[in-house]
């Protein structure tokens, strides 16, 4: 089983700039595949971002040049870097992981999903 605790978030103005990151454990080899999802209120969970090992990473195209994914492998860590955030980007952000074929484009969403953490952009 794994699990993923995501921390970060919060609030902050427009224009500004959060980072999250999402640790994943339990059984490290489970999974190879780990991304962002995020749902605001009365909208569907959309993708972020995504980054698999030995693969690609996938963006939504409303947060291209804006947000950055990395991963740690060694740590088994995803990192999601927020830049120029802007108030439609408010929602609650859900780590989300699983195990794919080497080398795989995202095709999400995965098995294991994180407790979710609220990010807020003020105006």
């Known amino acids: 089983q794994v699990q993923l605790v995501e921390s970060g978030g919060g609030l902050v103005q427009a224009g500004g700039s959060l980072g999250l990151s999402c640790a994943a454990s339990?059984?490290?080899?489970?999974?190879?595949?780990m991304g962002w999802y995020r749902q605001a209120p009365g909208k569907q969970r959309e993708l972020v971002a995504g980054?698999?090992?030995?693969?690609?990473?996938n963006y939504a195209d409303s947060v291209k040049g804006r947000f950055t994914i990395a991963r740690d492998n060694a740590k088994n860590i995803v990192y999601l870097q927020m830049n120029s955030l802007k108030p439609e980007d408010t929602a609650v952000y859900y780590c989300?992981?699983?195990?794919?074929?080497?080398?795989?484009?995202?095709?999400?969403?995965?098995?294991?999903w994180g407790q979710g953490t609220q990010v807020t952009v003020s105006s």
């Open positions: 989300n992981a699983g195990r794919v074929v080497y080398g795989s484009t995202w095709a999400g969403p995965y098995g294991y």
């Open positions: 339990g059984s490290r080899f489970s999974i190879n595949a």
């Open positions: 980054i698999i090992t030995g693969g690609s990473t």
